[in-house]
């Protein structure tokens, strides 16, 4: 009879972890869900919505993959491939056709940067007093596609593109995306920020870790099998709370 009870006690162990195991998994998955319900993630951050910095003065707008106009994903498109058709060498065919199926997704998030003239400038301190949109926006100048998705069964925002054209880098513009999308995934319940990086380059691996402080990941080829064939990217990640941590840095 002991036995016999002790085998129940052991059942109903299991069960219950099996149950403990599924809610997690369905809580992660409405986080997911509540992240994608929301149509502009701006709104959190009215004061994200300009950037004034080193002579440079931008409006930052959402967007979605699947409603975007065909004369913004021509552009997005043909920025992408001249900033990037260099880091990738051969490989860029291949990788341009992946990378132009997902920037139409569903699932892509986008935050353009739409750059102020000079003209204009004095309206951006206005609105940037009030959180509020304005109507001095120009041109396109950049963007930031991200997603929100399970690495490992935790929930991150994976920032896909971080594109800016040449005239507006070093204008301290990554370094804000990079801090907004941080706080959007905060404020969603998002474990982490995780990005993905070409070891050809540098510039671009050093602005990361060096100067927003990410991490290489525990996921990251270079980590799961570093006796395995050198791969030609890094996965990097900035976490925020335990779980995250657990499973996604180095230990």
């Not at 149950?19 to 701006?42: C, F, G, P, Q």
């Not at 041109?139 to 929100?148: A, E, K, Q, S, T």
Request: contains cysteine.
């Amino acid at each position: 009879m002991e036995a016999e009870g002790e085998s129940c006690e052991r059942a109903r162990k299991k069960t219950r972890t099996r149950r403990e195991i599924l809610e997690r998994k369905k809580a992660t998955e409405n986080r997911i869900k509540a992240a994608y319900s929301v149509k502009d993630h701006l709104t959190n951050f009215p004061h994200f919505r300009h950037y004034r910095g080193n002579g440079f003065y931008a409006h930052l707008e959402s967007g979605h993959g699947n409603r975007l106009p065909g004369h913004t994903k021509q552009y997005i498109q043909n920025l992408l491939k001249l900033n990037m058709e260099a880091p990738f060498g051969p490989e860029w065919p291949d990788e341009e056709k992946i990378k132009k199926r997902d920037m139409v997704a569903q699932e892509a998030c986008y935050i353009f940067v739409h750059e102020i003239s000079n003209e204009d400038a004095d309206k951006v301190s206005e609105f940037m007093d009030v959180g509020r949109t304005c109507s001095c926006k120009g041109p396109i100048v950049g963007f930031l596609h991200y997603r929100f998705v399970l690495e490992e069964e935790v929930p991150v925002v994976y920032v896909y593109e971080v594109q800016l054209e040449h005239r507006v880098q070093g204008k301290g513009l990554g370094k804000f995306l990079m801090q907004l999308i941080e706080l959007i995934a905060c404020q969603n319940g998002m474990g982490a920020v995780v990005l993905t990086v070409q070891r050809a380059n540098p510039l671009a691996m050093d602005f990361y870790i060096t100067k927003l402080r990410y991490k290489i990941s525990a996921i990251s080829p270079s980590k799961v099998n570093p006796m395995g064939p050198e791969r030609n990217y890094e996965i990097l990640c900035k976490v925020f709370d335990h779980e995250a941590i657990a499973v996604l840095e180095v230990r």
